[in-house]
C-alpha cells in the first residue's frame, strides 16, 4: 500500500510572505525584536563573530545582530523580504549585513563558517525540517550554537484562539489553525534538534505580550500582517474578503466585548550546540 507525504503548507512558498512584506516590516517586527533578542542572547556569540539569519524575513534579528558582529549573512526564500532588508540595512548604514535569497533547506555557505546560527519562526515552515536543521548544524563551528524559534499551539493563546474559532466557524473547510503546530511540542522540538545532530540541546519557553485598544484594532493589525490571512484575501478577491471581514468582526466583538486585547504569544527558544 503506498502513502502520500502530508500536503505542503502555504506557508512554505514565497508567495505570502511577499504579500506580507510590507505589513510584517510595519506591524510584526516591532513585536518579535524581543525574541530576537532572547535568541542572540542564548547563542552568546563573541563580539566581532560571523553570525547566520536563516528565513530572515525583513531582518528581525539580523539588523540587531549586526551591531556587534563581525558581519552577519541573512537568508530568504521571499525577493520581496530580502529587499525589505536590505533597505533597512542601508538605512541604518549597517554595511556588515549580506543578504540572499536562498534556499534553507540547501544553505549557500562552506562548513563550520558561523559562530552562531538562528532561525526564528521561519524553519517551522520548511517541507523538509530535518534538512533545515542539518544544513544549521553543518555551517556552525564546533562549539557553536543554533538558535531556532517556534511558537507553542495558538489554542493556549485567548487572542488567536478567539480569532481561529471564528473564522473556523464561517469557512469550516479553510483548515486554518488545525493541525498540529510546527515544533509546538517542547519534547518533540528538543528530538529534533538532537536528530540533527546538535548536543547540549535546551529549550526556553519564552512569552511576550502585546494589548490592543479592542478586537477591532486586533483585527486589523492581524488580518494585515499574518501571512494566512493576507493570502486568503488575495484568493477571495475584495468583495469576498469584505463580507468574510463583516461576519468575523461580528462574532469577535460579540465574544471579545469592547475592552482591550492582551495577546500573549508563547514561543519555544531551542538551542543546540554543535
Same mark, same amino acid.
Given at each position: 500500500?503506498?502513502?502520500?507525504?502530508?500536503?505542503?503548507?502555504?506557508?512554505?512558498?514565497?508567495?505570502?510572505?511577499?504579500?506580507?512584506?510590507?505589513?510584517?516590516?510595519?506591524?510584526?517586527?516591532?513585536?518579535?525584536?524581543?525574541?530576537?533578542?532572547?535568541?542572540?542572547?542564548?547563542?552568546?556569540?563573541?563580539?566581532?563573530?560571523?553570525?547566520?539569519?536563516?528565513?530572515? #524575513?525583513?531582518?528581525?534579528? =539580523?539588523? $540587531? +545582530? *549586526? @551591531?556587534?558582529? !563581525?558581519? /552577519? &549573512?541573512?537568508?530568504?526564500?521571499?525577493?520581496?523580504?530580502?529587499?525589505?532588508?536590505?533597505?533597512?540595512?542601508?538605512?541604518?548604514?549597517?554595511?556588515?549585513?549580506?543578504?540572499?535569497?536562498?534556499?534553507?533547506?540547501?544553505?549557500?555557505?562552506?562548513?563550520?563558517?558561523?559562530?552562531?546560527?538562528?532561525?526564528?519562526?521561519?524553519?517551522?515552515?520548511?517541507?523538509?525540517?530535518?534538512?533545515?536543521?542539518?544544513?544549521?548544524?553543518?555551517?556552525?563551528?564546533?562549539?557553536?550554537?543554533?538558535?531556532?524559534?517556534?511558537?507553542?499551539?495558538?489554542?493556549?493563546?485567548?487572542?488567536?484562539?478567539?480569532?481561529?474559532?471564528?473564522?473556523?466557524?464561517?469557512?469550516?473547510?479553510?483548515?486554518?489553525?488545525?493541525?498540529?503546530?510546527?515544533?509546538?511540542? #517542547?519534547?518533540?522540538?528538543? =528530538?529534533? $534538534? +538532537? *536528530? @540533527?545532530?546538535? !548536543?547540549? /540541546? &535546551?529549550?526556553?519557553?519564552?512569552?511576550?505580550?502585546?494589548?490592543?485598544?479592542?478586537?477591532?484594532?486586533?483585527?486589523?493589525?492581524?488580518?494585515?500582517?499574518?501571512?494566512?490571512?493576507?493570502?486568503?484575501?488575495?484568493?477571495?478577491?475584495?468583495?469576498?474578503?469584505?463580507?468574510?471581514?463583516?461576519?468575523?468582526?461580528?462574532?469577535?466583538?460579540?465574544?471579545?466585548?469592547?475592552?482591550?486585547?492582551?495577546?500573549?504569544?508563547?514561543?519555544?527558544?531551542?538551542?543546540?550546540?554543535?
Amino acid at each position: 500500500m503506498s502513502t502520500s507525504a502530508p500536503p505542503q503548507s502555504p506557508l512554505a512558498t514565497p508567495l505570502p510572505w511577499d504579500l506580507v512584506s510590507t505589513a510584517y516590516e510595519e506591524l510584526v517586527v516591532p513585536k518579535f525584536e524581543a525574541y530576537a533578542r532572547d535568541a542572540l542572547r542564548l547563542a552568546a556569540a563573541p563580539p566581532g563573530s560571523r553570525l547566520l539569519d536563516v528565513a530572515c #524575513g525583513p531582518g528581525t534579528l =539580523a539588523l $540587531l +545582530a *549586526a @551591531g556587534d558582529a !563581525a558581519q /552577519v &549573512d541573512a537568508l530568504d526564500f521571499s525577493v520581496d523580504m530580502v529587499g525589505r532588508l536590505k533597505t533597512r540595512a542601508a538605512r541604518a548604514g549597517l554595511g556588515n549585513i549580506i543578504a540572499v535569497v536562498g534556499d534553507g533547506q540547501a544553505l549557500p555557505y562552506d562548513d563550520g563558517v558561523f559562530a552562531a546560527a538562528f532561525s526564528m519562526f521561519g524553519l517551522i515552515f520548511f517541507p523538509d525540517r530535518a534538512a533545515g536543521l542539518r544544513e544549521l548544524r553543518r555551517v556552525v563551528r564546533p562549539g557553536g550554537r543554533a538558535v531556532v524559534s517556534s511558537w507553542q499551539p495558538m489554542e493556549r493563546v485567548f487572542a488567536f484562539n478567539l480569532l481561529m474559532t471564528a473564522l473556523g466557524e464561517l469557512m469550516p473547510g479553510l483548515g486554518f489553525g488545525k493541525g498540529k503546530a510546527p515544533l509546538g511540542d #517542547g519534547d518533540e522540538f528538543r =528530538a529534533e $534538534l +538532537a *536528530a @540533527g545532530g546538535f !548536543a547540549a /540541546v &535546551d529549550m526556553h519557553e519564552v512569552v511576550h505580550a502585546h494589548e490592543f485598544a479592542d478586537v477591532d484594532a486586533f483585527w486589523t493589525d492581524a488580518s494585515r500582517s499574518m501571512a494566512p490571512l493576507v493570502l486568503l484575501r488575495s484568493r477571495l478577491g475584495e468583495p469576498g474578503w469584505l463580507e468574510l471581514e463583516r461576519r468575523l468582526l461580528e462574532r469577535l466583538r460579540e465574544r471579545a466585548g469592547s475592552g482591550p486585547i492582551v495577546l500573549e504569544m508563547r514561543a519555544w527558544l531551542g538551542v543546540g550546540t554543535r
